[in-house]
């Protein structure tokens, strides 16, 4: 009798456990989830593809929250590298090399690109090599884990995640070449090879190769056409100059623009003590950014271009880490075409 009541009782306990397979399909909601789920049917209804609250609160049932992502981005930044101490990280033999091998790989689709966009092929390339250097690292984590943890646990930046975690559940799973519980990028969202947010995915990603979907993590044609739309959108002039290295006078007159839109003229900089070598009408929109150098400050007189590039990520280093990395891909191809 004593057995058979163990097991009696052993069986009730394990009644009024919720079985793991249940739990794991119905999870708490995320912190105002409610209020997320009318935002998102409302801007799908807007936007003429209308998704059932139901649908949404599926997709973040799929959504789990992550502590290791809050903790990545809640670590104190660390000490700002000067430009002769960031230059090198991407300004490498190895980060050239390996860019005049991936160029000369697919010269002809990045070439074919490049003409029908008017975006160099090597700042593709550059652009590719910088975010992940070429295709090696492109992220482990859930897209829709990512945002989620980000846009519901992380009060700082939430406005921006939930803006980003909106637009990939509006995207829905049709543009995309998983599903989007099974799409995987940056610790922050960012997705594929050149690492758009949902955002810029929306505006910008190209099915190249017009199969009907977008796969920014394994068609090549996607991914190059994709990152030259990026530059267009926010207006990149076909042939039009990027930054020029200026000697500055004496008695050069001291220049703290607040940005990088080229809100002077290379001829008023020249004026103002910033000349350069370079023959360009001096009507040139353009303005002044200036880097701590190994022997010193380094003036540059950058223009439309080099403002284009710091969309792709604000900081003029990493702009100007991109067009220098462009330049080496293409003088290293140029000449490995001529031998």
Known sequence: MGAFRSIVLACAVLAATPSPSLSARNPPPHPGQEAFVREVVAASRDAGKPLSAR?????????????????LISRPAEKTKPWHEYRPIFLNA????????????????????????????????????????????????????????????????????????????????????????????????????????????????RDHDADGRIDL????????????????????????PVAHRATRANDARTITPGGYDPVYSVGQLAQWGYAIDAALDPETPATLVTFEGERGPEHWVVQQNFYVITRYNRSPMYSMAVHQLAQAIGQGAALAVSR
Do not use: C
């Open 217 to 240: 993590w394994s068609s090549k044609g996607d991914i190059f056409a994709s990152i030259a739309n990026y530059f267009v959108g926010y207006g990149w002039q076909t042939r039009g």
């Open 94 to 205: 190895k980060r050239i090399e390996d860019g005049v091998a991936f160029y000369r790989e697919h010269r002809a689709l990045l070439d074919e690109i490049a003409a029908s966009y008017g975006v160099p092929a090597e700042l593709i390339v550059a652009i590719i090599g910088v975010e992940t250097n070429y295709g090696r690292i492109t992220g482990k984590y859930r897209v829709v884990d990512a945002l989620a943890t980000l846009a519901f646990y992380y009060p700082p930046r939430a406005d921006f995640f939930r803006g980003e975690l909106k637009q990939l559940l509006l995207l829905g799973g049709a543009p995309f070449p998983k599903a989007l519980h099974e799409l995987e990028g940056s610790y922050a969202g960012a997705m594929g090879w050149g690492q758009f947010m949902p955002t810029s995915f929306a505006k910008y990603a």
């Open 55 to 71: 649908a949404v609160r599926t997709e973040l049932a799929r959504a789990v929250y992550r502590p290791a992502i809050i903790e």
